[in-house]
């Protein structure tokens, strides 16, 4: 079993910034890809941003150019720095983690842009 812990949520005004962390723990013999997903009430999960072990990323059209995923590898662990904050960008982030046949989901963390 695979356990991802996300931190960094909170609240902040429009046009602030906030990094989120996850960190990935457990039976872990290497991890394929992590991302970071988003989800409001009553709407369906959305990608965020993902990054392979190889430093492929990719982004929603919603937060390139505001948005920066990165990895530390070793450590099994995924950042989103998220720049230019939005109300929009309001949601329960989760991180995940693509093992070789499996995915695992964070219990997520809230970002609030509000003013």
């Known amino acids: 079993q695979v356990q991802l812990v996300e931190s960094g949520g909170g609240l902040v005004q429009p046009g602030g910034s906030l990094r989120l962390s996850c960190a990935a723990s457990g039976n872990i013999n290497s991890i394929n890809a992590m991302g970071w997903y988003r989800q409001v009430p009553g709407k369906q999960r959305e990608l965020v941003a993902t990054?392979?072990?190889?430093?492929?990323?990719n982004y929603a059209d919603s937060v390139k150019g505001r948005f920066t995923i990165s990895r530390a590898n070793a450590n099994y662990t995924v950042y989103l720095q998220m720049n230019s904050l939005k109300p929009e960008d309001t949601a329960v982030y989760y991180c995940?983690?693509?093992?070789?046949?499996?995915?695992?989901w964070g219990r997520g963390t809230q970002v609030t842009v509000s003013s």
């Open positions: 995940s983690a693509q093992l070789i046949s499996q995915n695992y």
């Open positions: 990054a392979t072990s190889s430093g492929n990323t």
